[in-house]
């Protein structure tokens, strides 16, 4: 089989290591991919947003599988260009994709379908968003409305800080047209859980649960950044958690989509909090986390190919889906002075008995040298049978790597290994 991965992160690598795993697998192309991930694929420079691109280039290599894994060419439609061209796609329509195109349509699904989540308002106006937080509750949540790489969302522990965020966002186009319209939201309180799924639209199945760090500086300081680093599982998602998630989160969830004529296939990402109400939706991503991918997918134990065209044909309740009974940790190494500027082309020392454990984010290859090439520039992953031994085989992987500039966290995992202590 000839199979097309769209994209060109840590997440895309992490999927393309995992789909090797497939006897079946000829090759594996890369739009465009990365210098780690030429590895593993043949990439290919075309850009994942190239909706037209991709589609020729499907066409004229005759593609038997295509997987379409970043937020922006989903919302885009690529998957509905590629099937209108015969080629079968995991990832969802345009129109299910929206879920996570649009903070405004997820949290009026969720509204209509009595799905949990913060209480919230919508504002176009500039001026009604600043005389509603006059008197609205602090902390707050100001979130734009579209796509923002993760980074739309402005937790404002003050008033003024809120009122800036709503500024950064309508007046000063932060975010570009995505905060054309925002969503100021009720402030929740407890551990964070991600949970990404398998879906075909009539079934739907769990991963192993895991736990983001969003903030750039260890103890959760500084800016929020697309992830830091993850663990799985998350310790807080207990069997209780999860039965309760089932049945009026992740089931309701696929039946409102389906209800709207939106039917979701693919993988559909539930970020929960935990609060003292229960648990509840913050935010739904309509393809696979970065960086939670690099520790679930390491945990897979089935085979992922199978599970993809599974949900593209519509047999997922038929497909098993295993994973194992083990921790993972990956580790972060990004570029100094990530999330904001940052400089490129430092040469990356990585070497060959860790390579296996990273999934590479941003690098390239020049002169025949892996170099950075962007702000997140390595995932490195370590899987154990507990997760303290996984944190300390990840970190002991980052000793051995090094680039001018990077940095990391040094306290990934630390705060799930006092939720097990507890």
């Known amino acids: ?15 393309i290591k995992k789909l090797k795993e497939n006897k079946n697998v000829e090759v594996i192309f890369a739009l465009p991919g990365n210098g780690g991930i030429a ?4 990439c290919v420079p075309v850009k994942a947003t190239d909706i037209e691109g991709i589609v020729e280039f499907a066409k004229a290599n005759a593609i038997d599988y295509a997987v379409v894994a970043p ?59 600043l005389s509603y937080l006059e008197d609205a509750p602090i902390p707050t949540v100001i979130k734009a409305d579209g796509l923002a790489l993760g980074k739309g969302v402005i937790i404002a522990q003050t008033r003024d800080e809120a009122k800036k965020a709503v500024v950064s966002m309508m007046r000063d186009k ?40 969003k903030r750039a500086g260890d103890n959760d300081t500084g800016l929020n950044t697309g992830g830091m680093g993850t663990i799985a599982p998350n310790p807080y998602y207990t069997d209780a958690v999860a039965s309760e998630c089932m049945e009026k989160i992740f089931l309701p969830t696929i039946n409102a989509m389906n209800a709207e004529g939106r039917t979701f296939k693919g993988c559909l990402y ?7 109400h229960g648990p509840k939706v913050i935010e739904y991503n309509c393809r696979f986390g970065d960086p939670e991918t690099q520790v679930v997918l390491p945990l ?16 997922l309740a038929e497909t098993e889906v295993k994973f194992a009974d083990k921790n993972a ?16 082309g430092f040469e990356i020392t990585l070497p060959a008995e860790v390579a296996e454990n990273v999934y590479v984010a941003g690098a390239e290859i020049a002169d025949g040298k892996l170099v950075t090439s962007g702000g997140r520039v390595l995932g490195v992953t ?16 980052v000793e051995k790597i090094s680039f001018e500039g990077g940095f990391f966290r040094h306290d990934i995992g630390a705060r799930a290994m006092a939720a097990k202590e507890a």
């Open 1 to 15: 089989m000839k199979i097309m991965v769209v994209g060109g992160g840590g997440r895309e690598h992490a999927i």
């Open 270 to 276: 539930f970020g929960l909090m935990i609060t003292p």
């Open 39 to 42: 590895a593993d694929a043949t």
């Open 174 to 213: 932060a975010f570009g047209k995505s905060g054309d319209r925002i969503v100021i939201e009720e402030f929740l309180t407890g551990p964070e859980v991600s949970v990404l799924s398998f879906t075909d639209g009539k079934t739907v199945v769990p991963m192993i649960s895991s736990m983001d760090h």
């Open 71 to 129: 937020d922006d060419p989903l919302v885009l439609g690529a998957v509905d260009a590629l099937n209108a061209i015969g080629i079968p796609c995991f990832g969802p329509e345009a129109k299910a994709a929206i879920i996570e195109g649009s903070k405004v349509f997820s949290k009026d699904l969720m509204k209509k379908y009595g799905i949990p989540t913060a209480q919230y308002e919508v504002f176009t106006d500039m001026d009604a968003a």
């Open 329 to 344: 940790c990956c580790v972060i190494m990004a570029s100094g002075g990530y999330p904001t500027s940052y400089k490129k």
């Open 382 to 397: 370590a899987v154990a049978p507990t997760l303290k031994d996984a944190i300390d085989a990840s970190y002991g992987m």
């Open 300 to 315: 897979l134990e089935s085979d992922l190919l199978e599970i993809m065209m599974a949900t593209t044909n519509g047999t």
